[in-house]
Structures are given as structure tokens and as C-alpha cells.
């Protein structure tokens, strides 16, 4: 008889898309899809289709795999409790029994449930490059800013699943309003939508010539303003030096918390590189204490865009390890 290979099943829930891959202990990705997040106002129309998809992938791999557990990342997923609540990019605002609803369609299987990042920390620490690092911060970079805490060689998750909210830190009282209803939180300023706004700041506030005067609001990325600082437009290139002081100001604090090893940017604005990780790692140890000084590395993620399936199932093989 063959030893069918033993595969934890990702499931990334994103604001737009819902991702899913078969990834193997090694970290070798099999097969994958995907749906939109967001068709079905009904969670259980969106979870019925979810489930058909993954079958679909599933079925010309039935005879060499076993499935031994799912891991979800979603935003706001909460650990201890397998649900998601109150996601504000999500169409269904309460409280969801996530895991709960999947055992319906999945009754044997283990499954496990976290924010999406944490999901990416998660993966870091099993495929990526926090391999046998005990201590080390996550952080994503998207639409917003999201980060996982690992201590010890554990995440951190507080007492009631929410633990590590570093995007949603005050760096700015009565700052730039934040979807979270708050005002001055740190993703207002590191984010995508972050360096759009900084970008716009720059504009009012310098006469340089830009090419980035003649870029509707709508239409401007942080992408855009990465290039144009390629090219050494002076807007661009003082947008990303205070992106990284904001950056690395939090970062010196959070530091202070958890002293951890070092630090992964992952995500779409770290792909600006240098752009970003100059400024922030100069603030960075500009404002620590002297006895961290020197001692963290600041690091690109070395997972790739599907960072948060890989970090999904990697919550499964970690739970299936302790």
C-alpha cells in the first residue's frame, strides 16, 4: 500500500479574494484556488461554495494526499475562539463561528484559526526565515498594518485572541483618521494608503517638481511613488525617509516590549526595499535604549505573495507538533 502524503490545507481570507493551498510538512505547495470573498451576503452561501472549490482542487490529488487539518488566517480572526469578529472588510460584521461552520463540512478534521498576521509570523517561523528564531516581530504591509509577536517560540495572543495590534498604536495623537474610528494610529502613516497620504503632504508642503503632481488621488500607489523615488523625485524619496521614521519610531518601542531577534516587513511596501528599510532601521536605532542597541535585525520576509496560505498551514503543522 502507498503512504499517501500527509498535506495541511491554507485557507487565506482576504478582503477581495479567498485563497486556499495544499502544502505539504516541507513546505512544497501542491495544488491551489480561490473565490471571492465577498459575492455571497450569506456566510453560509460564501462557505458552501468555499468548500466546493477546495474539492474541486482536491479531487486529482485524492489518491496521493491525506489532509490532516486546516489552518485559517482571517482578519480578525481570534485564535482561542475559532471566529472572526467584527472584521470591518468583510461583509458579515458579527461575531462568525468560523470554525465551527467548517467542522460542518470537514467533522474529523482539526481546525485552527488566526488573524492573517499572525498566519504570516506563523509561516515565517516554519518555512521562512525565522527558522529557529524564538523571539522576532511580523510585520505586513498592505492596505494596512498588520504584525504577529512571537516570544519564547510562541505568538503572542493576550488573554482574548487580539494580542499585537502594533497598526493600531497612537503615533500621532489627533492625527490622520483611521478606519478603525480612532485618529494618529501608526497604519495611517505605514501602509499603501499611508504613503499615498504622506505623498500628498509632501506636495503641500515642498515646491520640488514631481511627476506625482499630475497623479489623481484615486489613482496614486504606493508602487507609483516607490518608481518615481527610483528616479530620485525629491517628493517620493521624503515620503518614504518619514514613512521610515514613523516605522522605525514604533519599531524602537515595540522592541522595548518583547526584545526580540529581529524584525521581517512583508508585503507589498516592502517591496520598495532600501526605500523603506533605510530611513526606518536609521529611526529605529536612533531611538532605542542603548541595551538593544545594535542587537535586531531588520529583514525582508523571505516567504513569498502567498505568504498568508503558507502561514495558514503552518498553523496546523504547529499545532499537530506541541
Known sequence: MIMK??????IDIGGTNTTFGFIDREGNYLADGNIETQKHEDINDYLKELYLEIEKVLDPLREEIEMIGIGIGAPNGNYYKGSIEFAPNLRWHDVIPLCDMMKEYYPTLPIYLTNDANAAAIGEMIYGGAKGMKNFIMVTLGTGLGSGFVANGELVYGHDGFAGELGHIIVSPNGRQCGCGRQGCLETYVSATGVKRTAYKMMAKYNYPSELRTIPFNEMTAKIVAEAAEKGDMIAINTFKYTGKMLGEALANAIAITSPEAIFLFGGLAKA???????????????????????????????DKNAAIYGAAALVWKELNK
Do not use: R, W
Open 273 to 303: 526595499g532600501n526605500l523603506l528599510f533605510e530611513p526606518t532601521k536609521d529611526h529605529m536605532e536612533m531611538n532605542l535604549l542603548k541595551i538593544y542597541s545594535n542587537k535586531v535585525k531588520l529583514l525582508p520576509s523571505q516567504l
Open 5 to 10: 502524503k500527509q498535506v495541511a490545507l491554507g
